[in-house]
């Protein structure tokens, strides 16, 4: 396993000041960018994805350089990475850790699973209240109806 | 919420509910008291509701109030494209109140949230209807003189039908209910209601059919078993006569008992039931017009 992590760390380098988000579900690796808006950032930015793990079997790994996250920013992404761990780097040094709690209300990021919701036939913000954390299970503010955690869909 | 919408049953407290019930007795005993006077509400009806909107439009001008609206989105300007968005946020510059159905569901939140009047949900697709469940509560206070210790059978169509779900929510808040649920198997009531009665200690029994233990019954509120609702026509075949109630079967029920019914009936109660003085569904589409009266009222302070 020493062996394994090493060669890991060489594959995604070492950043000298940033956030390296681990433990994302491979899967949703391009999700957790898109809510982050690191597609939007001018800041270096690496990633791996389909690294070993003993948790997820395989997950995904973010390293942004000279960013930092806001608990709220963050936390919007721990519908789809909810074992996501947060390293805070400041001189090659992790100086903090951080973990994701859903929140209890979620504001954008999905969409209302139910096709007669008013919010998926105009440009609304969807809003949900977190009725369940696991399995997730979000109320729409608007039409009532529940979405599952396996209807999820990112927006 | 500083406006007074009404657009989830919800969003009433018992409180509320019983300052409705007192409200509606008012404007039954003196239906015809001016409080809306100088002002306009806009009845925006984006699909056809003929008895809703009738009702509505009765309460409106027996208050002495004036309308504007459309009774169908073709007749408005969504035929042109216009968001719901702008439509609310137009209307409400003109009018004081606005009465609103819509075939999408949340459609009624969404236009409370833009809308700077008070917004009364008529309706919006299979989420809400509150104001109908308001009448409901009133026709069973009326008939029963209390919400306490009641007997409920809500027989038909359990797992779509909108108007049983929100007055079981309304009556829950009350003491000591009994529900006994009526429908075929395909119909029967979600369990996300019934989870809800068990959280609250509510007794509640599931049965195929009633014509055996109807004597029990204070209210039975009867809905449509729709042809449309059942994956196979065979089925419907099977059940389509379980859920009809005919005369002869309420030879034994209790003096007080009444029937209900949102109305439009199809075959689900049979005519000979009119005749019966236990049949109260069109005395109920009158108290249709004070409950409104009354939630108009509430909205607007008036009262």
Do not use: W
Not at chain 2, 237 to 250: A, F, G, P, W
Request: one cysteine or more.
């Amino acid at each position: 396993m020493k062996e394994h992590k090493k060669k890991l760390k060489l594959k995604v380098s070492a950043i000298s000041e940033g956030t390296v988000i681990d433990h994302i579900p491979s899967e949703n690796l391009f999700d957790v960018i898109s809510i982050l808006e690191l597609d939007q950032t001018p800041n270096m930015i690496t990633f791996g994805a389909n690294l070993e793990s003993d948790k997820l079997g395989k997950k995904a790994i973010i390293k942004v350089s000279n960013q930092f996250f806001e608990n709220d920013e963050i936390n919007k992404i721990a519908l789809i990475a909810p074992h996501a761990k947060l390293n805070i780097i400041r001189d090659y040094e992790v100086i903090e850790k951080k973990e994701v709690t859903i929140p209890d209300r979620i504001v954008g990021i999905v969409k209302c699973f139910n096709p007669k919701c008013i919010t998926n036939s105009e440009p609304i913000t969807t809003s949900f209240s977190v009725i369940s954390k696991e399995p997730v299970a979000l109320k729409c503010k608007y039409c009532e109806k529940i979405t599952h955690e396996n209807q999820m869909v990112i927006k | 919420m500083n406006k007074k919408d009404l657009i989830s049953i919800m969003d009433y407290s018992k409180e509320d509910y019983l300052r409705i019930m007192d409200l509606a007795a008012d404007f039954e005993a003196n239906p015809n008291q001016k409080l809306l006077d100088g002002k306009v509400v806009a009845s925006l009806f984006f699909e056809p509701s003929t008895r809703t909107r009738l009702s509505f439009e009765t309460a409106i001008n027996r208050m002495g109030g004036r309308i504007i609206g459309f009774s169908d989105a073709g007749s408005s300007s969504v035929t042109k494209g216009e968001t719901l968005h702008d439509t609310i946020r137009m209307v409400s510059q003109y009018a004081d109140l606005i009465v609103m159905r819509h075939p999408m569901e949340g459609s009624a939140r969404y236009a409370a949230e833009v809308s700077s009047v008070p917004v009364i949900n008529a309706g919006d697709g299979a989420n809400q209807h509150p104001t109908q469940t308001l009448l409901d509560m009133y026709s069973i206070l009326k008939t029963q003189q209390t919400f306490d210790n009641l007997n409920l059978f809500m027989v038909g169509d359990l797992r779509y039908g909108r108007t049983v779900h929100s007055l079981l929510m309304a009556l829950s808040q009350f003491d000591n209910p009994i529900f006994n649920f009526i429908a075929p198997e395909e119909l029967l009531m979600p369990e996300e209601y019934k989870i809800y009665l068990r959280e609250k200690g509510i007794r509640y029994f599931e049965h195929l059919e009633f014509t055996d233990i109807i004597s029990e019954a204070d209210i039975v509120y009867m809905t449509r078993v729709q042809k449309e609702r059942f994956s196979d026509p065979m089925e419907y075949e099977k059940v389509k006569n379980v859920y009809i109630l005919k005369n002869s079967m309420l030879k034994n029920t209790k003096p007080n008992m009444r029937i209900l019914h949102p109305l439009p009936r199809v075959n689900e109660i049979a005519t000979d039931v009119d005749q019966n003085e236990k049949a109260y569904y069109f005395q109920q589409a009158r108290n249709g017009v004070y409950a409104r009266e009354a939630i108009i009222a509430h909205a607007l302070n008036l009262k």
